[in-house]
């Protein structure tokens, strides 16, 4: 009975850190998902900026989510990320999609977006490999 | 007044993320760091894992400590991470090093392993590259 | 007296490694370039496919020159890229972009693609730092 | 009839491309390999350094041959370069090895050096993921 966007935020509840970090699923199609952070104190570094690990936890959720969406149960393998500005506002927006896809792996990249006063700016690219979970091996 | 490891660990401690999810510095010398992170329910994901996000943000935080003890106040440009095996047990115990450095930037690596009933398992390896932090671009 | 395309192809014909392969430069604008590489039985490996050393060699190339459109004299710092087919036909064609840049540096992404019979297929994606040429570290 | 190294070399003189670089294998053990790339002019970039992508098709091959050396027939998923100084000198020495291995993968790293005059300094670090050939995906 639920669609992929109500099933997806289901799972995201059931992950204990993206509740503590305070995740939210915006948007979750075949091949294409958002997945925003709005920020508090608590997300900062010494400089008062998002912490990188903070912008990389969403980067990574999303490109998983990404890969989700066409392969089903997966993890991420392994994932490439790019700071490109410090993260300052009072929302992370994470745009994620599969660039290509076979049966068992996917190729996904990440824009990371810090929104400040309404303005949208990339602070993080990223990219990764996505695979459905294999058997024990 | 403060040595090298005090001085990592007040910088840890203003950093409200890195109080939220408990990270520990336990060693700082010149270009090797090692923190841990004692593991509690808020760190999993659905199937009772360390989150990939919470090894990501272990992996990215010893990297730059490694790189700060060469180049002073830096921030991470960019990083990669292969994850190697579920991260399970009570504690995730990160090694980085610098393995090259110049003036203003260091390339370092990272070995995050898991901690289960006293035996540690790799669970992620990281390389990225450090930067002092740069005049306003 | 050239423009940027010339300029670019006087470049690559200054680099022997690039004449040794045959790169291609078909399309220089800003932030956005085009390289090609017409396949011989030379760029193979064991299994006639393109040997995923060429392929790395034409993205890093190509993130590069994309880099190089809004800097000027660069390098590569890093990069990463990911194989996702084979890559099989007469020719391999890569398009990179700058994401993101600043004074000094670049965030720079590029497809790989191979061309079979007419029918393009992407074989790689590629992201990476391009930098300025520093001064002496 | 053959052993590791001689059937390694084999693999390697039956690539066109490696033919054509002038690629050699020096050491191929269980989780690790030496491969060396004696410098030509025909290997520069425009200022006189081996071009990146010698440099990455160099670590590219060591990573997959260690990762071949745990898993049998395999390929480079992807790969993460860092440079970290200009490639001067008469030869490049890689040497990698396998960080970690399943059944089907390994996660493996590789440092490049160039040999100056008698001194090896350290060039590039990579770090990648090496598969077991797949049935057709």
Redesign the interface.
């Known amino acids: 009975m639920y669609n992929r966007l109500d099933k997806g935020r289901k799972?995201l509840s059931?992950?204990?850190?993206?509740v503590?970090?305070g995740t939210e699923l915006s948007r979750m199609d075949e091949g294409q998902v958002v997945m925003e952070l709005p920020l508090r104190?608590?997300?900062?570094?010494?400089h008062g900026f998002?912490?990188?690990?903070?912008v990389?936890?969403?980067a990574?959720?999303a490109l998983?989510y990404a890969g989700g969406t066409v392969l089903g149960d997966v993890?991420?393998?392994?994932?490439?990320?790019?700071?490109?500005?410090p993260a300052i506002g009072d929302r992370l927006i994470a745009r994620a999609e599969v660039?290509?896809s076979?049966?068992?792996?996917a190729?996904c990249?990440c824009?990371v977006f810090a929104v400040n006063a309404g303005t949208e700016k990339?602070c993080a690219?990223a990219?990764g490999?996505i695979v459905a979970i294999?058997k024990p091996?």
């Open positions: 799972v059931e992950q204990p850190f993206s503590l970090v104190r608590d997300h900062m570094q010494q998002a912490h990188g690990g903070v990389s936890y969403l990574d959720n998983t993890l991420t393998l392994e994932m490439k990320i790019n700071y490109t500005r660039i290509s076979g049966r068992t792996q190729v990249q824009r990339l690219v990219q490999t294999p091996d």
